[in-house]
């Protein structure tokens, strides 16, 4: 379960990579259940793991949103992908939309 997978094997985990890297921090990459236990790690501080995160990135995060009350986090959970590309521009590095040329 997610409990005992952010007890036990998000610190593990954080704690492997430092070892072996040697380096004073790490940045974690979630994809979906990957989100779901470091926000579990996060929200109990197992093993510390706050302190070891230089960056948290949560792709695809499980979320639940029936009870956000915030108006700019529910127009985010609504819009639609189609006119989230076309605002962001799809495939583009320096994309020239409104939202970009918009000083």
């Given at each position: ?7 036990y094997d ?68 609504e819009i ?9 521009g799809e ?13």
């Amino acid at each position: 379960d997610f409990s005992r997978m952010a007890q036990y094997d998000v610190p593990a985990v954080v704690d492997y990579v430092l070892r072996q890297t040697r380096a004073r921090s790490v940045a974690w990459v979630g994809h979906s259940q990957g989100t779901a236990q470091m926000f579990a790690a996060l929200s109990e501080n197992y093993g510390n793991v706050r302190s070891k995160l230089s960056v948290f990135v949560a792709l695809a995060p499980v979320a639940y949103t029936a009870h956000i009350t915030s108006a700019l986090m529910i127009a985010m959970s609504e819009i639609e992908l189609p006119h989230l590309l076309q605002l962001l521009g799809e495939r583009d590095f320096m994309p020239n939309t409104a939202i970009y040329s918009a000083h």
